[in-house]
Every structure is written in structure tokens, then in C-alpha cells.
């Protein structure tokens, strides 16, 4: 988010054309083909649709800011990389426990930057990972030719703004001041903020994954807090490579769980004391790791506000815990 680009004509071009509303974070988002993008970001969709090429075995991690996508990229890159990097605790040199899973699995969206996080993914073993905000609908026309997977992590949109609220004040610039709960919930509820609006977001997706189960799954953070060990069967399953019975009997499902625990991550010194190569702190990613935290902050009034749209919008998959 902190990172600055230098914006071509052509994305200034557009940028005027399109509404805008004032960012959370800083400058502003602009709402191009339905979607809300920070200034920022909005080149480098435009560049990763133009030029990002998927390969067939890639697999792609999809979700919305705050849905826990640097757990997720933990989770797939211990798993999807367990043969060449063995997750037991005995392993000092396992690379989640020296890079913040966001350098592991980049987004494709800062492929095309021309700012590119290291290690590259294409300098491991296929299959390659990589993670997007981007909505469904705006994906690169190469991935949705391809035979890539999706997976796509969604979480309670009521633990998101709590999240969202926390995020946003960590990293805003000090002489902006701080946002307040009620406009972090407003600017959501109203469908703006990054990538959102939400609930369209995960819509997306969701028919996505009736319409090509074996192509996009769709996972809940709640039930990835619940149900760890299952979820992590369904999701080795899902892109192909599933527990063996030896792997069962060496405890591999526990010891990636316990790699990428919200405790185990959070208090490593590289997730506690460095930065990403936009200047994000890395313990900017870590704050609670929990379902249900928005019962701490949201009023009644916010929660029957939003009970009313997730009912109105996304009865089909119900995420709200
Ligand atoms: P909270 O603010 O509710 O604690 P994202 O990675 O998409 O930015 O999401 C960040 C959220 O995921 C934060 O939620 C963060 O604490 C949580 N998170 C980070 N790592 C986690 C982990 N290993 N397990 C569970 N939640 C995690």
C-alpha cells in the first residue's frame, strides 16, 4: 500500500474518467468496472490483465484485504513445497521461518510493477504460487484460459472491518490522523474499499466454485480455525497432492499447522522486526488471528445493518459465523 509508482498517462488518463472517493490508507480508491482500486493499485491491475501469463499448474490464492491471506500463503506454500522443504520442527531452514509469507507467494498484480518482491516464485520448483486481490471478473484473460487453481479464502466481512479499522490506522501516515470504526464500517458497508465492494467480491467466486469445483475452492477462515486438519486434507486434495499414509503417521498435516499458527508466525524475528520492500512492517499482518473478534467492537446498530445485507446478498454461502 505504502509503495509509490510512477503513474503512466494512460493510467492517469483513466483514473480522470473514473469516480473517486478518499482512500483509508492514503490518496484515494477510484471505482473502475464496478470495482474500487487504490491509486496505486489501479496500473497494476491494468498491467498484470496485459501481461501476466499463467501457467496450466500454477495455483492462484484469491481473497479480499484482511480475509487472512498471509496465513493462507503460509498454509500453501508449506504444503504445495513439503517435499523440498519439510515442515517438521526440526527443520531450522524452512523458508517460512526467514521470509514473511507475502515474499513466498506474491501478488501477480506487482508481477508487472516493475518492483518485484524476492525471491521470485518462478525461482522454485513448479508449481508456482501466487496470490491476487483481484476480483473474478478482472483476472488476466490468461488465467482464466488456463488450467490453473484457484483457491479462495473468504472470512466474516464483521471481522474484516475490525481488521480492516486496525490495518488502516497501523499504516496510514501519523499526520493523517486516525480513522474511526464508523468510517471504516461506513466506507465498507457502502462497497468501498480496496477490491471491494465486498460482498461482490465473494459472489464471484462462489458461483465460480458451484459452476468448476475442480477449479476454484472456496474456503472459509472460520472453518479453517475450526476444522484445521480437515480443511488442510480437503485443500491438499483439491490441488493434487494428498497425504500419504507415511506423511499421516509422520504428523505432517499438525507440524504445517503448527508452522503457520498465528503464534508460531507472529513472534518469529523476521515477521516481528523487518519490512516488506514497499516499507510495510511485516507484524502489520499479525494482530489477533481469530473468528469472532468483532463482537468487541461493532454496536448493535452496525451488526444489524450488516446482518441485513449478508442476508440480502450472501445467504447463498451464509459466512457469517
Ligand atoms: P485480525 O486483524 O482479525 O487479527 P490479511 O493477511 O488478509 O491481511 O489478513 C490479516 C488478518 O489475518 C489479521 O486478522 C491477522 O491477525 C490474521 N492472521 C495473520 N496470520 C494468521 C495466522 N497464522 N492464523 C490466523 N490468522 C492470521
Given at each position: 500500500?505504502?509503495?509509490?509508482?510512477?503513474?503512466s498517462?494512460?493510467?492517469?488518463?483513466?483514473?480522470?474518467?473514473l469516480?473517486?472517493?478518499?482512500?483509508?490508507?492514503?490518496?484515494?480508491?477510484?471505482?473502475?468496472?464496478?470495482?474500487?482500486?487504490?491509486?496505486?493499485?489501479?496500473?497494476?491491475?491494468?498491467?498484470?490483465?496485459?501481461?501476466?501469463?499463467?501457467?496450466?499448474?500454477?495455483?492462484?490464492?484469491?481473497?479480499?484485504?484482511?480475509s487472512g491471506?498471509?496465513?493462507?500463503?503460509?498454509?500453501?506454500?508449506?504444503?504445495?513445497?513439503?517435499?523440498?522443504?519439510?515442515?517438521?520442527?526440526?527443520n531450522?531452514?524452512?523458508?517460512?521461518?526467514?521470509?514473511?509469507?507475502?515474499?513466498?507467494?506474491?501478488?501477480?498484480?506487482?508481477?508487472h510493477?516493475?518492483?518485484?518482491?524476492?525471491?521470485?516464485?518462478?525461482?522454485?520448483?513448479?508449481?508456482?504460487?501466487?496470490?491476487?486481490?483481484?476480483?473474478?471478473?478482472?483476472?488476466?484473460?490468461?488465467?482464466?484460459?488456463?488450467?490453473?487453481?484457484?483457491?479462495?479464502?473468504?472470512?466474516?466481512?464483521?471481522?474484516?472491518?475490525?481488521?480492516?479499522?486496525?490495518?488502516?490506522?497501523?499504516?496510514?501516515?501519523?499526520?493523517m490522523?486516525?480513522?474511526?470504526?464508523?468510517?471504516?464500517?461506513?466506507?465498507?458497508?457502502?462497497?468501498?474499499?480496496?477490491?471491494?465492494?465486498?460482498?461482490?467480491?465473494?459472489l464471484?467466486?462462489?458461483?465460480?466454485?458451484?459452476?468448476?469445483?475442480?477449479?476454484?475452492?472456496?474456503?472459509?477462515?472460520?472453518?479453517m480455525?475450526?476444522?484445521?486438519?480437515?480443511?488442510?486434507?480437503?485443500?491438499?486434495?483439491?490441488?493434487?497432492?494428498?497425504?500419504?499414509?507415511?506423511?499421516?503417521?509422520?504428523?505432517?498435516?499438525?507440524?504445517?499447522?503448527?508452522?503457520?499458527?498465528?503464534?508460531?508466525?507472529s513472534?518469529?524475528?523476521?515477521?516481528?522486526?523487518?519490512?516488506?520492500?514497499?516499507?510495510?512492517?511485516?507484524?502489520?499482518?499479525?494482530?489477533?488471528?481469530?473468528?469472532?473478534?468483532?463482537?468487541?467492537y461493532?454496536?448493535?446498530?452496525m451488526?444489524?445493518?450488516?446482518?441485513?445485507?449478508?442476508?440480502?446478498?450472501?445467504?447463498?454461502?451464509?459466512?457469517?459465523?
Amino acid at each position: 500500500y505504502l509503495q509509490e509508482i510512477e503513474l503512466s498517462q494512460e493510467t492517469r488518463d483513466l483514473i480522470s474518467t473514473l469516480p473517486a472517493e478518499k482512500g483509508l490508507i492514503s490518496g484515494h480508491l477510484h471505482q473502475y468496472q464496478g470495482f474500487w482500486y487504490p491509486t496505486m493499485h489501479i496500473q497494476k491491475v491494468l498491467a498484470s490483465q496485459k501481461h501476466f501469463q499463467a501457467q496450466d499448474t500454477d495455483i492462484l490464492l484469491a481473497t479480499t484485504p484482511k480475509s487472512g491471506t498471509t496465513w493462507l500463503k503460509a498454509i500453501l506454500f508449506a504444503l504445495v513445497k513439503r517435499v523440498h522443504y519439510h515442515p517438521d520442527p526440526q527443520n531450522m531452514d524452512h523458508p517460512l521461518l526467514t521470509n514473511n509469507p507475502h515474499v513466498l507467494v506474491p501478488f501477480l498484480e506487482n508481477k508487472h510493477s516493475g518492483k518485484n518482491q524476492i525471491p521470485d516464485p518462478t525461482s522454485y520448483a513448479p508449481p508456482r504460487l501466487f496470490s491476487t486481490h483481484l476480483p473474478l471478473a478482472h483476472l488476466p484473460q490468461s488465467v482464466k484460459d488456463s488450467a490453473c487453481k484457484v483457491v479462495y479464502l473468504c472470512r466474516n466481512p464483521k471481522d474484516i472491518i475490525v481488521s480492516l479499522w486496525h490495518f488502516t490506522n497501523r499504516v496510514r501516515h501519523k499526520s493523517m490522523g486516525t480513522n474511526s470504526l464508523e468510517e471504516v464500517f461506513e466506507y465498507f458497508r457502502r462497497g468501498v474499499s480496496g477490491y471491494g465492494p465486498f460482498w461482490d467480491h465473494v459472489l464471484g467466486y462462489w458461483k465460480e466454485s458451484l459452476e468448476g469445483p475442480e477449479t476454484v475452492f472456496f474456503l472459509k477462515y472460520e472453518e479453517m480455525k475450526e476444522k484445521p486438519g480437515l480443511q488442510l486434507r480437503r485443500l491438499a486434495e483439491f490441488l493434487g497432492c494428498p497425504f500419504s499414509p507415511k506423511e499421516e503417521a509422520q504428523g505432517v498435516v499438525d507440524n504445517i499447522l503448527r508452522l503457520c499458527s498465528f503464534e508460531n508466525l507472529s513472534n518469529l524475528d523476521v515477521n516481528k522486526n523487518e519490512k516488506l520492500s514497499t516499507g510495510m512492517e511485516n507484524s502489520a499482518f499479525f494482530r489477533r488471528g481469530e473468528a469472532g473478534d468483532w463482537r468487541n467492537y461493532l454496536t448493535a446498530e452496525m451488526v444489524e445493518q450488516l446482518d441485513r445485507i449478508i442476508e440480502e446478498k450472501l445467504q447463498v454461502i451464509c459466512v457469517c459465523a
